[in-house]
């Protein structure tokens, strides 16, 4: 069944210790996003790919790094991570059809760094 | 910069009640403008989709309308049920950034049997 996976789902971590958030899609979809978001509030882009070998950052600032050497997967890592990087993180992807971009998410990694 | 306002307050109606969520933006007119819903601890689902060039669209019970002189869509549930209760996301998307979408913060949406 095509799909976007997350993994882990959730993570408590120390701080200064490097994640990686797993993200993968079944669909062969070109794109993939990262969003990051906060309990009430907004979905924030932080990093995007158009495809393979492709990747750039999305309106909000964000010091974690992605990389898309295949098509289905598009992790996120942080180097060092800090209370402030604890949020929700949200994958997606896209195929634009007809000339719209609907997109479709996986189910979230909630990360906590104390 | 686009702004993308919805009702910050919950809205809690009755079972079988028509339900009405606002979505309104600022600055330029998107392209297209999305409906989302988002359960707790889970991604969004598209919903539905309209373009500028539309001024409704209808899906089962859900219905969008889409005014741009108002910069302003109305999202309706009719026959409201309680599996309807989550938050709904408004999206837009401008022609220019075909592959990015600015969300709203969504509105709360609860359905009382």
């Known amino acids: 069944e095509a799909d976007i996976y997350q993994t882990p789902r959730y993570l408590v971590i120390g701080t200064g210790k490097k994640i990686t958030l797993e993200c993968s899609q079944t669909m062969g979809h070109d794109k993939m996003y990262w969003y990051q978001q906060d309990p009430g509030m907004e979905l924030h882009l932080i990093h995007y790919?158009?495809?393979?070998?492709?990747?750039e950052k999305g309106d909000l600032s964000s010091e974690s790094t992605v990389s898309r050497i295949r098509t289905e997967h598009f992790p996120l890592t942080l180097e060092s991570a800090r209370p402030s990087h604890t949020s929700q993180y949200l994958c997606?992807?896209?195929?634009?059809?007809?000339?719209?971009?609907?997109?479709?998410f996986g189910p979230g990694t909630r990360l906590t760094v104390l | 910069s686009q702004k993308i306002e919805q009702n910050s307050e919950a809205l809690n109606i009755q079972e079988g009640k028509t339900a009405t969520l606002t979505c309104n933006y600022t600055?330029?007119?998107?392209?297209?403008l999305q409906w989302y819903r988002q359960d707790p601890g889970r991604g969004p689902v598209f919903l539905l989709l309209i373009r500028e060039n539309e001024k409704e669209k209808r899906k089962e019970r859900l219905k969008v309308t889409f005014d741009t002189t108002l910069k302003q869509s109305l999202f309706h549930i009719t026959a409201s049920q309680p599996a309807d209760s989550a938050t709904y996301l408004c999206a837009l998307e401008r022609y220019s950034s075909a592959s990015k979408i600015i969300f709203g913060s969504g509105t709360r949406l609860s359905i009382r049997p």
């Open positions: 600055n330029y007119s998107p392209a297209y």
């Open positions: 790919s158009y495809g393979v070998n492709s990747t």
């Open positions: 997606a992807s896209s195929e634009i059809r007809t000339g719209y971009n609907e997109q479709f």
